[in-house]
């Protein structure tokens, strides 16, 4: 299947990437949500990238100017119904993501693809919402979109052949580099990275080092280009916890665990960079 026309519903950090790097590529993409005020704000970042784009001589004004014009806005979601495939980027949280591909599954057309950039989330499980399982995969960008070249590509149980190869096809020509794997709690990337991350912050909690101390030392140490920390404010504390859950659940293993800081962290509404305090301080 060739896909022409894009939907992306959420105009977020993830959602306003992914309209971004789609519409550069040369698709017409509708960017979807559920007020106007996050679609202005969505908007106004991807312009933002956009610029830095052209002041570092990746991109001329006139094709900003022209990926720009390929973007539209709405907050109706039945927008979507003429859309080849449809990106949903939305909360990382099971129910609210269901709900959705229930009411996008009686929008799309027929032969539509509909994909989720869940980060952890069962894809056989979300596909079950809908009645395309077939036409269904999951297509997990890395953030920030317009710079990271990987995405994750997970077939459900019931995913095509040729829903991967046209979801294959659809990263390739946004500049991606597809990586396919298998519907299992977390893929590849989080399972790996969370424990990590969560390890850090038990490191932390325990007081063996001061959060600079534990950011330096895997900095230095295993020449990675931001701390544990820092990363995990970056990403949002409560995305951290959404997905440990999913793999404490999905694997019942006390290993995945999450940290009782990142949890009272979560709780206090010390979410990270978008809140402005996490395990560092961003003021305004």
Not at 45 to 60: M, Q
Not at 104 to 111: E, F, Y
Not at 269 to 279: A, C, D, I, T, V
Request: net charge neutral; charged share 25%; aromatic share 4%.
């Amino acid at each position: 299947m060739d896909i022409r026309t894009l939907g992306v519903v959420g105009a977020g950090q993830m959602g306003g990437g992914i309209a971004h790097v789609a519409a550069a590529s040369g698709l017409p993409v509708t960017l979807v949500d559920v007020e106007d005020r996050f679609l202005e704000k969505g908007r106004a970042t991807i312009e933002k990238n956009l610029d830095r784009e052209v002041a570092k001589g990746k991109r001329t004004a006139e094709e900003r100017a022209v990926t720009l014009a390929r973007i539209s806005t709405t907050t109706r979601l039945e927008a979507l119904g003429d859309c080849d495939a449809v990106v949903e980027a939305v909360i990382e949280n099971e129910g609210v993501k269901k709900e959705l591909f229930g009411r996008l599954d009686a929008i799309a057309k027929a032969r539509a693809i509909l994909a989720s950039n869940t980060s952890s989330i069962s894809i056989t499980r979300l596909a079950a919402a809908t009645r395309r399982p077939e036409s269904f995969i999951g297509m997990h960008f890395m953030n920030p979109v317009p710079v990271m070249q990987l995405v994750e590509v997970i077939r459900g149980i019931a995913t095509s052949d040729a829903t991967a190869e046209a979801v294959d096809a659809l990263a390739r020509r946004m500049g991606k580099t597809p990586i396919l794997c298998n519907d299992y709690p977390g893929f590849v990337s989080n399972r790996v990275l969370m424990p990590m991350l969560n390890e850090a912050m038990e490191t932390l909690r325990e007081g063996v080092a001061t959060r600079e101390a534990i950011d330096g030392i895997m900095k230095l140490g295993m020449n990675h280009p931001m701390g544990p920390l820092q990363l995990a404010d970056f990403i949002g504390l409560d995305t951290c916890l959404s997905i440990l859950r999913v793999l404490h659940d999905g694997f019942g293993d006390p290993k995945y665990r999450p940290s009782p800081l990142l949890v009272r962290m979560v709780d206090a509404g010390w979410l990270g960079r978008k809140s402005g305090k996490g395990f560092y301080e961003y003021p305004a």
